[in-house]
Structure formats: structure tokens, C-alpha cells
């Protein structure tokens, strides 16, 4: 079981927008800051978003990250099919003294 | 460009060693923290350990894992021992940033290294 809490899949049309959850603690996301990763299929996770809100360069606006509590969110607009892919949520955890991640999210497109 | 290269993965015995290489390149490699993140076949991302000055491990490989780097060589290592068949996983080394570890990040990801356990 992931510290972090994401839905295992997302579905949603092509120019759709679809939005991913991440769950946390005050441990974790409720003190900390969060980052989010896209995993095309077979490839190394790439960074999508830091500091919870933040798109390092390269990195479409369609892709945003929000934060909220012990909540953070990953929204993308104008999907793609090439979005096609797995997402996770990312953060420290100060009561365990670790990075700790989401279970991940596959994301389809119709 | 920022290179991060694995290597050193295979297949080991039950209780056996293994020790992983990363070789970067295109940065001032001894400015930043850096990482070990594995993945499990067909399971999500698991944080194994990170350096900048000192050394942080997961529970679920400290007493068993050491990770140590030479800036000299711009390189990054995770010596293995005693590892199980649960430690089988793609082994990616990833640059770490932030100030504080209350907003750290992972900014680039080697393609990664397969470790297989089984006798």
C-alpha cells in the first residue's frame, strides 16, 4: 500500500480535460511540497510538475498541479493521445524520513 | 544536456550482491543531491535512497543497501547485499532538487537498470 493515494486509472476523449488525486497526510502533502511524473510506456518518469504548481521548462501549460491540505491535484487540458501514459504524485514524508510516491495513475485516452 | 547513464544490473542469487553504477554528465555533479528510485515489474515507483553529503535510506533496504558517490568521477553507486527476491525492480538513478527536503524533487531520470533476484 502507497502513502499517497491515487484512482488507478483515468479515462477521458481526446481535447477533454481530466484531473488526478493524490492523498495525503499532514505527515506528507499537508507540510510538504509535491511533484508530479508522466511514465510513457516503457521510459524513465519524466517531471511534469515541482514546488506543487510549478512546470519546469519544456513542460506544455496544458499541465498544472494544485495543492489543497492534505490534497494535491495534476489537471491536464487538450488531452492528447500521446498523454497516454502512467502519472504519480511524489513527496517528502517527515514522519518516515522519506520520499514516498503515489501508486500511480494509468491515464487513457478514448 | 543532462546524461544520467545505470549500469551494473543483473541477475543475482537469493542473498547475493550486486552493485549498480551511474555515470552523469552536462552538470556540476558534485552541486547536487542525487538518488536511487526503483520499479518493481508492473508496480508503481519506490524511493530507495538518496546522497548529497550524507546518505538516507528506505526502511525497506537500510542495514542491506549503501549508496556513496565519487565526484571525481561523476558517478553514483548503490552497492546491493543480501538482497531478496522482492528487491527485483528497474533501478533509476535521479538528480535531486530543492532547497529543503520539505519541497524535494526528482529533475532527471537515468533510463534505468534491471536487477533480477531469483535462484
Partial sequence: QSVLTQPPSVSAAPGQKVTISCSGSSSNIGNNDVSWYQQLPETAPKLLIYENNKRPSGIPDRFSGSKSGTSATLGITGLQTGDEADYYCGTWDSSLSAVVFGGGTKLTVL | ?119
Avoid at chain 2, 10 to 29: D, E, H, I, Q, Y
Avoid at chain 2, 31 to 44: E, F, I, L
Fill in chain 2, 1 to 119: 544536456e543532462v546524461q544520467l547513464v545505470e549500469s551494473g544490473g543483473g541477475l543475482v542469487k537469493p542473498g547475493g550482491s550486486l552493485r549498480l553504477s551511474c555515470a552523469a554528465s552536462g552538470f556540476t555533479f558534485s552541486s547536487y543531491s542525487m538518488n536511487w528510485v526503483r520499479q518493481a515489474p508492473g508496480k508503481g515507483l519506490e524511493w530507495v535512497s538518496s546522497i548529497s553529503s550524507t546518505g538516507y535510506y528506505a526502511d525497506s533496504v537500510k542495514g542491506r543497501f549503501t549508496i556513496s558517490r565519487d565526484n571525481a568521477k561523476n558517478s553514483l553507486y548503490l552497492q546491493m547485499n543480501s538482497l531478496r527476491a522482492e528487491d527485483t525492480a528497474v533501478y533509476f538513478c535521479a538528480r535531486g532538487r530543492g532547497a529543503a527536503l520539505t519541497a524535494y524533487y526528482f529533475d532527471y531520470w537515468g533510463q534505468g537498470t534491471l536487477v533480477t533476484v531469483s535462484s
